[in-house]
């Protein structure tokens, strides 16, 4: 069969709905596709699924189009679509999200990985124990033949991965994976990126989102012909490793409801998200803190030490509570918004207790009122006071939302 499909809405025919979906995206591989078609569709005949291939054309100018054509009408198991627009990740994206398959799986054109492994990639996800399966070349058990440039690239970009978005995953870029429809409907929504980096962002979303990930061991061959521009697409994975750690850290993908919908517990609510909280908590504490020491100069130029203190601590609690509200937490709009002020005010009561006190020991230790001194002491008694209101937002002020991812 051959289709042109622009949006995930136009579905592939759901008439016999097979157990695989065995997406093959395609751009300009008119010599290799109709080898690799065939030999895949060998191999998934010997195993006990039904199954269909599904060949997603993306832009290709030379003569895909009209091989992926005539496979589809040469086999029944072979589904053909024609994408308007290049991209690995959109053509996965609106072919997985069309079909009506329970698993959707992908693999690169040119085969490198051996298909040996479909099964027991396949099988955690039919049997229910995984949400997705990945093919590794990095884990124990891989056998894998390449060059040392693409063997330094690959480890150093999964190294760079748990360094910076702490990945439990050893592989991100194989390619070749599968995953559970419904999982797919969950978070293929949520992935931003159309090129090459949809891979690590499915996953990295996948696991925060505390969703199993079964990882199969591969025997891979390099591709000689291959045509990635292996630094073109690091440097693209780069950028997409800041653009996500800066949305997850923001807390703006909703992986809690992901993880609910699932049945999972998501592991963004854990210790995933205290570290970006903590980083994003400091980052809004050092702008209050430089805020609050501005306001109280300026304050002290007419109004005495405590008076400088508390008004300068007010106008800095709202702001840090505002602030941390958006971003620390992730929550956005009116609701609940003026309950977290009061709440903050509460804090802020506390605070102002501590500082207070502070300032009355420099007063009786050293009988001076010195602005600078004053503005050194109030520092640090401001330091015990961030800590001590990070801990009140996260577990009273904002306690429902900490789970969210």
């Given at each position: 069969?051959t289709?042109a499909l622009?949006?995930p809405?136009a579905?592939v025919?759901?008439?016999d709905?097979?157990v695989?979906?065995v997406v093959i995206?395609v751009?300009?591989?008119?010599?290799?596709?109709?080898?690799?078609?065939?030999?895949?569709?060998?191999?998934l005949a010997?195993l006990?699924?039904?199954?269909?291939?599904?060949?997603?054309?993306?832009?290709s100018?030379?003569?895909?189009?009209?091989?992926?054509?005539?496979?589809a009408?040469?086999?029944?198991?072979?589904y053909a679509v024609t994408?308007?627009?290049?991209?690995?990740g959109?053509?996965?994206?609106?072919?997985?999200?069309?079909?009506?398959?329970?698993?959707?799986?992908y693999m690169?054109?040119?085969l490198?990985?051996d298909?040996?492994?479909?099964?027991?990639?396949?099988?955690?996800?039919l049997?229910g124990?995984?949400?997705?399966?990945?093919?590794?070349?990095?884990?124990r058990?891989?056998r894998?033949s390449?060059?040392?440039k693409?063997?330094?690239?690959?480890?150093?970009?999964?190294?760079?991965?748990?360094?910076t978005?702490?990945?439990g995953?050893?592989?991100a870029?194989?390619?070749f994976?599968?995953?559970?429809?419904?999982?797919?409907?969950?978070?293929l929504?949520?992935?931003?990126?159309?090129?090459w980096?949809?891979?690590?962002?499915?996953l990295?979303?996948?696991?925060?989102?505390?969703l199993?990930?079964a990882?199969v061991?591969v025997d891979?061959?390099d591709?000689p012909?291959?045509r990635?521009?292996?630094?073109?697409t690091a440097?693209?994975?780069?950028?997409g490793?800041?653009?996500?750690?800066?949305?997850?850290?923001r807390?703006?993908m909703p992986?809690?409801?992901?993880?609910?919908?699932?049945?999972?517990?998501?592991?963004?609510?854990a210790?995933?998200a205290?570290?970006s909280q903590?980083?994003l908590?400091?980052?809004v504490?050092?702008a209050?803190t430089?805020?609050?020491?501005?306001l109280y100069?300026?304050?002290?130029?007419?109004?005495?030490?405590?008076?400088?203190?508390a008004?300068?601590?007010m106008l800095?609690?709202?702001?840090n509570?505002?602030a941390n509200?958006?971003l620390t937490?992730?929550l956005?709009g009116?609701?609940?918004?003026v309950?977290?002020?009061v709440?903050?005010?509460v804090?802020?009561?506390?605070g102002?207790?501590?500082?207070?006190v502070?300032?009355w020991?420099?007063d009786?230790?050293?009988g001076?009122?010195h602005p600078g001194?004053?503005v050194a002491v109030?520092?640090?008694a401001n330091?015990v006071?961030?800590?001590?209101?990070?801990v009140?937002?996260?577990w009273?002020?904002f306690?429902r939302?900490?789970?969210?991812g």
């Amino acid at each position: 069969m051959t289709a042109a499909l622009e949006s995930p809405l136009a579905a592939v025919p759901a008439v016999d709905v097979p157990v695989l979906d065995v997406v093959i995206p395609v751009h300009n591989e008119e010599h290799d596709l109709g080898p690799s078609v065939e030999r895949v569709r060998r191999h998934l005949a010997s195993l006990p699924w039904s199954f269909r291939i599904t060949i997603a054309d993306n832009a290709s100018t030379d003569a895909t189009p009209l091989v992926a054509h005539r496979l589809a009408h040469e086999f029944d198991e072979v589904y053909a679509v024609t994408l308007p627009r290049k991209g690995r990740g959109r053509a996965l994206k609106q072919v997985w999200s069309a079909s009506a398959s329970p698993v959707l799986l992908y693999m690169d054109v040119d085969l490198s990985t051996d298909l040996n492994a479909v099964l027991p990639l396949v099988a955690p996800l039919l049997s229910g124990h995984s949400d997705l399966a990945i093919g590794s070349r990095l884990s124990r058990g891989s056998r894998t033949s390449r060059g040392p440039k693409r063997e330094l690239i690959s480890r150093g970009y999964n190294l760079v991965l748990r360094g910076t978005l702490r990945t439990g995953f050893s592989d991100a870029q194989c390619g070749f994976k599968a995953i559970r429809a419904d999982v797919a409907r969950a978070l293929l929504p949520l992935v931003r990126d159309d090129t090459w980096f949809f891979d690590t962002e499915l996953l990295v979303l996948a696991e925060r989102a505390g969703l199993r990930i079964a990882e199969v061991p591969v025997d891979w061959v390099d591709d000689p012909d291959s045509r990635v521009d292996v630094l073109r697409t690091a440097r693209d994975d780069l950028r997409g490793i800041a653009r996500l750690g800066w949305t997850l850290a923001r807390g703006r993908m909703p992986l809690h409801d992901v993880a609910t919908q699932l049945g999972r517990t998501s592991r963004a609510g854990a210790s995933g998200a205290l570290g970006s909280q903590i980083a994003l908590f400091a980052a809004v504490g050092i702008a209050s803190t430089l805020a609050y020491a501005v306001l109280y100069l300026l304050l002290r130029l007419g109004v005495g030490p405590l008076w400088a203190n508390a008004l300068a601590l007010m106008l800095t609690a709202i702001g840090n509570t505002a602030a941390n509200r958006r971003l620390t937490f992730g929550l956005r709009g009116r609701d609940g918004a003026v309950r977290h002020q009061v709440q903050g005010l509460v804090i802020l009561a506390a605070g102002l207790g501590i500082t207070s006190v502070s300032l009355w020991l420099l007063d009786r230790l050293t009988g001076s009122s010195h602005p600078g001194l004053e503005v050194a002491v109030l520092t640090v008694a401001n330091l015990v006071v961030t800590v001590g209101r990070f801990v009140a937002m996260r577990w009273w002020v904002f306690a429902r939302r900490t789970a969210v991812g």
